[in-house]
């Protein structure tokens, strides 16, 4: 999975947010603020990552466990493809 070409992800003066570009533009029709921690996954998501490595980015940079890092990223991942800025 990885972040559309469509969609520039970027901090501003603090701000997460996920910026459509292109005729994605008048697809999406907004942006999206970003959490800090779905800013980090997102960064690492211009290049294509499975949910595995997802995980363990997750674990690696938050200290959290195996279990908790599964949930968040199933509840990370589904919102992001429903909001059409990541694809497989």
């Known amino acids: 999975m990885k972040v559309k070409e469509q969609f520039q992800i970027i901090d501003v003066a603090g701000?997460?947010?996920a910026i459509p570009v292109?005729?994605?533009?008048s697809n999406f029709q907004g942006i999206a603020i970003l959490s800090e921690?779905?800013?980090f996954?997102?960064?690492e998501m211009?290049?294509?990552k499975t949910k595995s490595q997802l995980i363990e980015l997750l674990?690696?940079?938050y200290d959290i466990d195996s279990l908790k890092a599964d949930r968040e990223i199933d509840i990370f991942l589904e919102k992001l493809f429903n909001l059409g800025i990541i694809e497989d």
């Open 46 to 48: 211009k290049e294509n």
């Open 22 to 25: 292109g005729k994605e533009i």
């Open 41 to 43: 996954l997102l960064k």
């Open 15 to 17: 701000e997460f947010l």
């Open 59 to 61: 674990i690696k940079e």
């Open 37 to 39: 921690d779905s800013y």
